[in-house]
């Protein structure tokens, strides 16, 4: 499969493979493979309890990608999730894998009604965009007053300055500094509650990580010839290499409106 960009290699085509794999190796590896942003428990649970999630809580999650967290947070919560992303390849994943309703979309333009939804997250995306401030107008727009917005988003650390110009950094990857981040959510009219580094939360347990692995080994097999799988390794690779010079950092955040 070709595809043009390392974004669309990573969040367009990865999907539809990792939903393949998942169908050969049972429904048991959707959630672990479907994670994409945080990959861990731990911090679902810390963003779900942040935003006070509970049945019925209709959830948006903005580029939600292939709805690992959206179906946690159903799974362990009985919310109601609804996902949007740019991509359709995440979003046909999300609906294969999960059953999630899943709209094309950007988080700059929300297909969603004025103050309908009880809560939002947006899990690994800021960093992923330049349109950081429309997205957060557009979540703040659609969330009903007083309703929680989670956050996952890997800041820049290391005194680089701008974290679009982290050396090393994935393509398409436009990583704010922490005082970016507070006054982007600022200038959304959004409070921030809480936050916590990713770090300092339990990491992703030893049956979570094995159940990666063994999806991520049946897609090489499959697809590792492949421009696009080539492309995402990379990727990938360029982003854990940042993290362990300690120039990026993790960070779960809750916000209110
Ligand atoms: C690292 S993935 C995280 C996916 C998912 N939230 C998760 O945690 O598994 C980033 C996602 O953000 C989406 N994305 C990129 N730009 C976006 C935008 N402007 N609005 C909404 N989603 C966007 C990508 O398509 C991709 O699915």
């Not at 988080?107 to 997205?135: F, H, I, N, Y």
Request: proline residues 6%; glycine residues 12%.
């Amino acid at each position: 499969m070709d595809t043009d960009t390392p974004m669309e290699a990573e969040f367009d085509a990865m999907p539809g493979w990792t939903a393949d794999a998942v169908a050969s190796l049972g429904a048991g590896y959707a959630v672990p493979a479907a994670c994409r942003g945080s990959a861990s428990p731990a911090a679902l649970t810390w963003l779900a309890s942040r935003c006070r999630l509970e049945a019925g809580t209709r959830l948006v999650d903005v580029g939600g990608g292939m709805g690992g967290p959206a179906a946690h947070a159903r799974e362990e919560h009985g919310v109601r999730p609804l996902l949007v992303d740019p991509m359709p390849g995440a979003c046909r994943a999300a609906r294969r894998m999960f059953g999630i309703p899943a709209v094309v979309g950007t988080g700059a333009q929300l297909p969603v009604v004025s103050a309908r939804a009880d809560a939002a997250w947006c899990v690994g995306v800021l960093c992923t965009t330049a349109e950081k401030a429309a997205v957060l107008d557009e979540i703040h727009r659609v969330l009903v007053p007083g309703a929680r917005l989670g956050l996952f988003v890997l800041v820049a650390d290391g005194g680089d300055g701008h974290g679009a110009d982290v050396e090393g950094a994935p393509e398409g990857n436009d990583f704010p500094t922490r005082d970016e981040l507070a006054r982007l959510l600022d200038d959304a009219r959004f409070r921030l509650v809480e936050s916590v580094d990713l770090a300092d939360l339990p990491g992703p347990p030893r049956s979570w990580q094995d159940r990666i692995a063994r999806v991520d080994a049946l897609v090489e097999a499959r697809h590792g010839h492949e421009a696009a799988w080539q492309c995402t390794r990379e990727q990938e690779e360029r982003l854990s290499r940042l993290l362990g010079t300690g120039r990026l950092t993790g960070v779960l955040l809750c916000a209110e409106t």
